[in-house]
Nanobody, 115 residues
Framework: QVQLVESGGGLVQPGGSLRLSCAAS????????MGWYRQAPGKEREFVAG????????YTDSSVAGRFTISRDNVKNMVYLQMNSLKPEDTAVYYC????????WGQGTQVTVSS
């Protein structure tokens, strides 16, 4: 059974940083384009960042591109999201999954940015 388990979230003040991790089991992420997604209360889930199998990253939101960095370690079978200069609007549950078609949703990890 494929599992993607997110961790690393928490409460952080504006301007702070967090590093999220996505541990994969029963799947070799090297075979997939991977991505991070987030869902804020009352809002639709949205794409945050993606990374091709070769390691090239891509972003669609300019506010994210300058602050977040997605990376992958195919040997460890993990995906990461380094989040810097966090803003209150970054508050959401963050998920990792395959991209552009999301195949395996996990429980996500809560990120709360507040003073």
């Amino acid at each position: 059974q494929v599992q993607l388990v997110e961790s690393g979230g928490g409460l952080v003040q504006p301007g702070g940083s967090l590093r999220l991790s996505c541990a994969a089991s029963r799947i070799s992420i090297s075979a997939y384009v991977m991505g991070w997604y987030r869902q804020a209360p009352g809002k639709e889930r949205e794409f945050v960042a993606g990374i091709y199998r070769t390691g090239t990253a891509y972003y669609t939101d300019s506010s994210v591109a300058g602050r977040f960095t997605i990376s992958r370690d195919n040997v460890k079978n993990m995906v990461y999201l380094q989040m810097n200069s966090l803003k209150p609007e970054d508050t959401a549950v963050y998920y990792c999954n395959t991209d552009p078609i999301q195949l395996y949703w996990g429980q996500g990890t809560q990120v709360t940015v507040s003073s």
